[in-house]
């Protein structure tokens, strides 16, 4: 089973919809969350960060952690032809006795106009 | 703030030739990771050093790649020979908390002929 876990897409929505990304991870004992988001040919940016249970908005963008489940998901309102590209789920692990994190592959997100 | 500064920003070279890649971390920032990305594995941590110290270098594929980080400033991730597989997408990143988000280069993309 991989750390961090993530369709790898496409995930297809016309624009103006709601468009879903979901993840799970395996480590329980993972405090901090994370979505980037990264266009073709360029580095991740930060889009969300979620600490504790529940939903955490900003804007368009809706950060949604169950830590009984283990999962995490991404919701994208109204969602624009910009908002085209993959979405990267990123969990914190303790390791000798830093912490670091670990990615999924990420989900690739096209939105059509 | 600059963000941080990665050099060559694309690199091509041939099988064997030594590659030799940069990073200037933000200032301030006690963290620095450096990881690889490709289509089939996604985005891994090679090594991670706090005060230039590495903590973490079980990512380092094998004994061909090297990594330093002579001071706060600087780091460099050597590939000594390299091989058409080495090809890439390698990121540095860095963060003044290793709980918190990191702040992504540009990133190298290597290819190896």
């Known amino acids: 089973q991989k750390e961090v876990e993530q369709n790898s897409g496409p995930l297809s929505v016309p624009e103006g919809a709601i468009a879903s990304l979901n993840c799970t991870y395996s480590d329980r004992g993972s405090q901090s969350f994370f979505w980037y988001r990264q266009y073709s040919g360029k580095s991740p940016e930060l889009i969300m960060s979620?600490?504790?249970?529940g939903d955490k908005e900003d804007g368009r963008f809706t950060a949604q952690l169950n830590k009984a489940s283990q999962y995490v998901s991404l919701l994208i309102r109204d969602s624009q032809p910009s908002d085209s590209a993959t979405y990267l789920c990123a969990v914190n692990k303790w390791d000798t006795g830093f912490q670091k994190l670990v990615f999924g592959t990420g989900t690739r997100l096209l939105v059509s106009p | 703030d600059a963000g941080v500064i990665q050099s060559p920003r694309h690199e091509v070279t041939e099988m064997g030739q030594e590659v030799t890649l940069r990073c200037k971390p933000i200032s301030g920032h006690d963290y620095l990771f450096w990881y690889r990305q490709t289509m089939m594995r996604g985005l891994e941590l090679l090594i991670y050093f706090n005060n230039n110290v590495p903590i973490d270098d079980s990512g380092m594929p094998e004994d061909r790649f090297s990594a330093k980080m002579p001071n706060a400033s600087f780091s460099t991730l050597k590939i000594q020979p390299s091989e058409p597989r080495d090809s890439a997408v390698y990121f540095c990143?860095?963060?003044?908390?290793?709980?918190?988000?990191?702040?992504f280069g540009p990133g190298t993309r290597l290819l190896v002929l």
């Open positions: 990143a860095s963060t003044p908390d290793s709980r918190e988000t990191q702040y």
């Open positions: 979620i600490y504790s249970n």
